[in-house]
Each structure stands twice: as structure tokens, then as C-alpha cells.
């Protein structure tokens, strides 16, 4: 099952799913997930498609439109379980960091 290969994202793979909500293609992503994260995560074109070549393959997005070399994407509702799954986790994390911290 696609969630057990992606059991937690890298922040590539999550900001790329996040750009995914709204349908767009691999230039777009790149500079969404530059806007996204305010300019601290960059994903470079040779990792961006072989992460969307992954996402596809395992359902976790799908293509809308092909025209020539340019491709258009959106995330599926697989894709977005993963993406609420993930955020969950992360939230966790940061509320066990917060304990640590008013404890400290």
C-alpha cells in the first residue's frame, strides 16, 4: 500500500502534495512550493519528477493534462488522507516538543 512506502514524508514530498490541491504543472509546483514554505524548501526539477513518477504510480496523485512535454497534476483523496495523516503526525511532534520545553 502506497501510505506504507510514504510512511512519513520528507518536506519535499509534503509541500509537494500541498501545491498539488489545485491543479498545476511542475514549473508551477516548484514555485509553489517555494511560495508554500516561504523560500526555505527548494525542490529542483530532477526530484520533483521523480517524486510526481512516484506519487502517480502509487495513486497518490494523477494527471489531468498532457500538452507536449508539459503535464498538469492534482492530488487524489488517497493522496490526501496521506497529506491530513501527515499533518497529524507532525502536529504531534510538535506538541510533545512543547511539553518538553514547559517542562525544561
Known amino acids: 500500500m502506497a501510505r506504507e512506502q510514504f510512511q512519513t514524508l520528507t518536506e519535499p514530498m509534503y509541500y509537494i502534495l500541498l501545491a498539488l490541491t489545485k491543479e498545476c504543472c511542475?514549473?508551477?509546483?516548484?514555485?509553489?512550493?517555494?511560495?508554500?514554505?516561504?523560500?526555505?524548501?527548494?525542490?529542483?526539477?530532477?526530484?520533483?519528477?521523480?517524486?510526481?513518477?512516484?506519487f502517480e504510480e502509487n495513486g497518490i496523485i494523477r494527471k489531468t493534462a498532457e500538452t507536449g512535454r508539459r503535464k498538469s497534476y492534482i492530488i487524489t483523496e488517497t493522496g490526501l488522507q496521506m497529506l491530513r495523516e501527515e499533518y497529524e503526525r507532525l502536529n504531534m511532534m510538535v506538541r510533545d516538543g512543547k511539553e518538553i520545553q514547559n517542562g525544561l
Open 26 to 54: 511542475g514549473v508551477d509546483i516548484m514555485e509553489k512550493v517555494r511560495d508554500i514554505s516561504k523560500g526555505r524548501v527548494k525542490v529542483g526539477p530532477g526530484t520533483l519528477y521523480a517524486m510526481l513518477a512516484r
